[in-house]
């Protein structure tokens, strides 16, 4: 089965803080691809980071980093010195094949200053 | 450079209407989709369109019905609302399928009383 869990619903922390939201996947399909979103307030999907099965590589945006693990099939999002405006609800995806995308239930991040 | 559209924002219709949402994009992709967000379960895929004139049921089809007889335009019609139906829907496309990257629309809130 494929299946994504975002164990943690909600996350607050305070200005400045690192701040590390989980994800967990399951799948047998040895190609695959994984993805995070972020719904700020407003409401819209903004696209983070695709990565696929095969690229292992650590990934770093400015402060934000992800880390893929294929062997506790995991790929973590870390940002960095939080800011209030990365307060969202973000959301890991899981691709399988052409057309079907798997989300997690989200985990809601709240900054405060 | 609109990207992808969808209309109305807000919707509050009554129990047993037909109610259609619009979506349109202009990049061309060849893959659209349909998901409901509803509190608890993330996003969830409805239908899903490959090209013109294709389409495929997703996760939670039922009660719903899309077309796509332009590769810009894919319309979700609710053939007779039931407030289970009540949800964010989000509109997304995409060039490749489930393996590239999907764009959100930016969401239709709808009501069903």
């Known amino acids: 089965a494929q299946k994504v869990t975002q164990a943690q619903t909600e996350i607050s922390v305070v200005e400045k803080e690192d701040v590390t939201l989980d994800c967990v996947y399951e799948t047998r399909d040895t190609t695959y691809y994984l993805f995070w979103y972020k719904q700020p307030p407003s409401g819209e999907l903004v696209f983070l980071i695709r990565?696929?099965?095969?690229?292992?590589q650590n990934e770093i945006s400015g402060r934000y980093s992800w880390n893929f693990q294929k062997s506790t099939s995991s790929f973590n999002f870390t940002i960095t010195a939080s800011q209030v405006v990365d307060s969202a609800v973000y959301f890991c995806?899981?691709?399988?094949?052409?057309?079907?995308?798997?989300f997690g239930a989200g985990t809601r991040l709240a900054v405060h200053p | 450079d609109a990207g992808i559209t969808q209309s109305p924002r807000y919707k509050i219709t009554e129990t047993g209407r037909q109610v259609t949402l619009m979506c349109h994009q202009t990049w061309s992709h060849s893959y659209m989709f349909w998901y409901r967000q509803d509190l608890g379960h993330g996003l969830r895929l409805i239908y899903y369109s490959a090209a013109a004139d294709i389409t495929d049921k997703g996760e939670v089809p039922d009660g719903y019905v899309v077309s796509r007889s332009k590769t810009e335009n894919f319309p979700l019609t609710l053939e007779s609302a039931t407030r289970s139906q009540t949800s964010v829907y989000f509109c997304?496309?995409?060039?490749?399928?489930?393996?590239?990257?999907?764009?959100f629309g930016p969401g239709t809130r709808l009501l069903v009383l």
């Open positions: 995806a899981l691709s399988r094949g052409y057309n079907k995308l798997i």
């Open positions: 990565r696929n099965s095969f690229d292992e």
């Open positions: 997304a496309s995409s060039d490749r399928g489930g393996e590239e990257t999907q764009y």
